[in-house]
């Protein structure tokens, strides 16, 4: 199961009753907003339910015509802030019937005729504001898809769950960036953290990512996916700076895995490049170890080795499943300023819970402690990826 999770804008409990981000409210394309109707209808009549109640009060002689008068102008506000242009003009012309009907005067035909036109000036600008976030957020959503992309199941024979959080929730996406590519040396994975954030961090993490989709489909050796990617980010540096920008002290951190194709052997070999990325983790039922490779400088840095970068092969036991994180989960601190403690969290709830080894359960269980350990919430972008071989039957 290939899960992704990302932090969304949760709404108030009293938020408005049409929600303009919502894929099956009214603002969504024809035919995806049938389960919005009910807030719809609500948003349509409850301004025909405050100008009735207002008229029965008054009616009653609970409300003076001043009164009265007040409380109407709020109709065509009210429906402002809930339905469309037409909708809200009808208020404003039903709200100017039922003063008239009332009593007249030019004072108060005066505020209802502005409570009015205000009213559909209002709805106007933010049916406007609703469409130019709905652009943005499409806009982020395209960035999204293109920087992580979605992975198929059982991608280049890897069973994979990964878990996405960016500290900008307008963006969308950060620093951090993952993939997976097959190829015929066999499959290929990264999981990097460009320095810094903002948009110039986002523009980083796309190149790199599509610079290891290429190389990784082509290159023999894993350490030369880890030197096109490298110069690949010397060579947007030299593009920044040549439109007036300052990327000199840009790098990223990443942790590049091999798989080797294999037949039907009960283990099964990874190749480990690590440019300064923390330590992947083998995680199984028999607890948790840490892959430590060579040490190699980050991506961007690489120049300055008195060595190319090597990679480390590694046994993996049947069903062990490789973990690698950003140093959002490992950077998450608590209340008196502590760390998550990835590897002892882990092998602690591994011994309550072997199941857990799981792709899938080890993202969630990683994502959700390293979250409630935060004590102000992630601050950082966040990732967590899990794979292992993928022994399941085909479908």
Known sequence: MNLSWERHRLPAVLAAPVDPYDPAGPYAPAGTAGSARPRRIAALLLPGVLMALLLALYGAGHLTG????????????????????????????????????????????????????????????????????????????????????????????????????????????????????????????????????????????????????????????????????DGRLRRHQEYVRALGGDETERFATAALLHFPPTGADAARAVDLVNCGHLTPLAVSAAGVRPLTGEPALPLGLLSLADSPPSATRFILAPGETLLLCSDGVTEARDAHGAFYPLHEDLAGALRSDPALAAPDALVRHVRTAAAAHAAGGLADDTTVLAVRADTRPAM
């Open 66 to 229: 001043g009164q009265c008068l007040a409380w109407l102008t709020l109709v065509p506000g009210l429906a402002a802030l809930l339905s469309s242009v037409r909708v809200t003009a009808a208020y404003a012309v039903l709200t100017l019937a039922a003063f008239v009907a009332l009593h007249s005067t030019a004072s108060g035909l005066a505020l209802i005729l502005v409570s009015g036109l205000g009213a559909v000036a209002v709805c106007c600008a933010r049916l406007r504001a609703v469409r130019r976030a709905a652009r943005t957020r499409e806009v982020a959503d395209t960035t999204w898809r293109t920087v992580l992309r979605p992975l198929p199941q059982g991608w280049g024979g890897l069973e994979h769950a990964a878990a996405y959080t960016t500290a900008d929730v307008a963006a969308r996406v950060g620093g951090d960036f993952y993939d997976i590519q097959p190829s015929a040396h066999g499959t290929r994975l990264v999981l990097g953290d460009v320095q810094g954030k903002g948009l110039d961090a986002v523009a980083c993490a796309a190149a790199l990512v599509g610079s290891f989709r290429e190389a990784a489909a082509h290159e023999r050796e894993l350490a030369g996916v880890a030197l096109r990617m």
